[in-house]
């Protein structure tokens, strides 16, 4: 037997990112959070408020990613932000347009999870539709989000950030010295209607929706704000009083039978205690109207009958209602309702006094409507059991198999 060579130990360099502290993200940090940081990082108390404001505003309301673009900041106490901190937003991975001009953005996120973010263009207006999860815990049996395996919340910076990064996009941050003027504004309107149920990641949304309002930065009216959920009754009444902001309900049905199986979060808060959450929310917010959504589904909850409970249900409830063309993705096992059925279900709700536009479904050919987002390298589909299981919800009922809808299982 041979000896074996001495054995000499290598000095491996140590990678630099271990012998650095990690610089933390100023972007999701709310007004007292960014001021806490600056202190803890050396900024003197006295001085604390100012260079918040300072700070705040270069991120913003002008947009800047660079400490060295901070021309009101001395140089070193730039360095030592530089020392400490980043200001990151999440990486675009892919941005499509639409022939309509809608435009996708596939933003990748910590740990490589993918969101989709949709920039929808209008007259006079433009509409991001931002994402609160990668996937989404409940189970809609019509939205292609709901299939997704993965998720995760997206945390405040992560949410403002859809915003910013469109923004650099669509190249919103105001020139040096002009301030943006709201008429003018290419994004007007944020939904909360992308990835997610935004009620089950309450704290990052409120924060990065307190952000978003806040005067001195991004500075959007709580009114150009809507939040969809799918009905998390316990959470509504905070929306009101901690963000303020306009309230949309994915309703879908209108009995608890058909909505238990379309929108399954109704088995733990059925219709009743989501109608009397509904009808404290415009006090509590002090805001006009809630929008329901309702998603046209062929033979299952668009006939006569359905629209007629449907005024009923909402009696009293300052509503707009907002009617929602399936948008069909891969294996959805339904239809859209036809265009004569979704008008005559207008007309019940116009007759009866309630504004009910039919959303025209844009950037279809972009796989950018509502509903079928869903991230390319998550498509891993989970079974409606497991999910409910995740998500502490009674386990489905076997969907029965109706008409022109193939059985999802
Ligand atoms: N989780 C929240 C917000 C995201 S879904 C919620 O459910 O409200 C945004 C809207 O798109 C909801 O009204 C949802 O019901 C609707 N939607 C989901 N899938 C859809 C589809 N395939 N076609 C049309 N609308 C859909
Ligand atoms: Fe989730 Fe909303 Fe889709 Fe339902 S409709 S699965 S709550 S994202």
Redesign the pocket.
């Known amino acids: 037997m041979t000896a074996s060579p001495p054995i000499t130990p290598e000095v491996m360099p140590i990678p630099r990112k271990l012998t650095e502290p990690a610089r933390r993200n100023l972007v999701g940090l709310t007004r007292p959070q960014l001021r806490a940081a600056l202190v803890d990082a050396g900024t003197p108390e006295h001085q604390a408020r100012m260079r918040e404001v300072q700070v705040w505003q270069w991120i913003y309301q002008k947009g800047v990613r660079d400490f060295d673009e901070m021309s009101n900041l001395a140089k070193d106490y730039r360095a030592r932000l530089k020392d400490h901190f980043t200001i990151e937003v999440p990486e675009v991975v892919t941005r499509t347009v639409s022939a309509d001009g809608t435009r996708k953005y596939l933003v990748r996120i910590a740990g490589g999870h993918e969101v989709e973010v949709v920039y929808i263009p209008e007259e006079g207006r433009g509409t991001l539709c931002i994402s609160s999860q990668v996937g ?1 815990t ?1 189970t ?1 049996t ?4 709901g299939t997704q395996r993965l998720v995760r919340n997206l945390t405040a910076a992560e949410i403002v950030g859809q915003i910013m990064l469109a923004r650099d996009d669509l190249g919103e941050w105001p020139e040096p010295g002009r301030a943006p003027k709201d008429e003018t504004r290419l994004i007007s309107n944020i939904v ?7 009620l089950y990641n309450f704290d990052s949304v409120r924060d990065a929706m307190k952000i978003t309002m806040d005067g001195e930065g991004i500075s959007l009216s709580r009114r150009r704000i809507t939040l ?3 009905g998390v009754v316990p959470e509504i009444g905070r929306t009101a009083t901690e963000i303020g902001c306009l309230l ?3 309703l ?1 049905a209108t009995t608890d039978e058909l909505r238990n199986e379309l ?1 399954p979060i109704n088995r733990k808060y059925p219709l009743a205690q989501l109608f009397e959450a509904l009808r404290a929310y415009p006090k509590l917010s002090n805001s006009e109207r809630i929008t329901f ?1 309702y ?1 046209m589904l062929k033979g299952v909850n668009d006939s006569d009958a359905d629209a007629r409970r449907l005024v009923k249900l909402i009696a009293g409830i300052p509503a707009k209602i907002n009617l ?6 891969p294996g ?1 096992p339904y239809q859209r309702s036809d265009w004569d059925r979704i008008e005559a279900f207008a007309d019940i709700l116009y007759k009866a006094g309630y504004a009910s536009p039919i959303r025209t479904p844009r950037g279809e050919d972009i796989m950018a ?4 987002l869903k991230s390319a390298t998550e498509r891993a589909r989970k079974s409606r059991f497991e999910i409910a299981a995740e998500a502490g919800l009674p386990q489905p009922e076997r969907i029965v198999r109706r008409p022109n809808a193939p059985d999802v299982h």
């Open positions: 989404c409940l809609c019509f939205c292609h989000t909360l209607m992308g990835m997610g149920e935004p969809s959920t799918s949309a309900v994915s879908h929108v959504e998603v929602i063309p399936f948008n069909e993705w959805a409507a509502c509903g079928q």
